[in-house]
């Protein structure tokens, strides 16, 4: 089992940046692909990106791409999300998951553990 911790959100004006971390532990985390979803309320959890451990892939949802980066820090086990040209719309809970299988087919139903969520609220 893997434990996720995120820190990082905030509030931010539109077009501001802020970068989100997720601090890894327990056994094995390493053969896991981490990704970062976001829920907005009323809304379904939507996946945003995904990185392989090694760090040799990454995916991202169309939504996000050219504007957010996922990498990973090994030697901290940590993985972040750094999220520029912030919008209104990207207002949402962040949440971090670990999930087995392919970088390119992440989806929330599959995730095998998730962090507790960090609020990112974006102001116009």
């Known amino acids: 089992q893997v434990q996720l911790v995120e820190s990082g959100g905030g509030l931010v004006q539109a077009g501001g940046s802020l970068r989100l971390s997720c601090a890894a532990s327990g056994r094995n985390f390493s053969n896991y692909i981490m990704g970062w979803f976001r829920q907005a309320p009323g809304k379904e959890r939507d996946f945003l990106a995904a990185?392989?451990?090694?760090?040799?892939?990454?995916s991202y949802a169309d939504s996000v791409k050219g504007r957010f980066t996922i990498s990973r820090d090994k030697a901290k086990n940590t993985v972040y999300l750094q999220m520029n040209s912030l919008k209104p719309e990207d207002t949402a809970v962040y949440y971090c998951?670990?999930?087995?299988?392919?970088?390119?087919?992440?989806?929330?139903?599959?995730?095998?553990?998730w962090g507790q969520g960090t609020q990112v609220t974006v102001s116009s």
């Open positions: 990185i392989t451990w090694s760090g040799s892939s990454t």
């Open positions: 998951a670990a999930v087995r299988g392919s970088v390119y087919q992440v989806v929330a139903e599959e995730v095998l553990s």
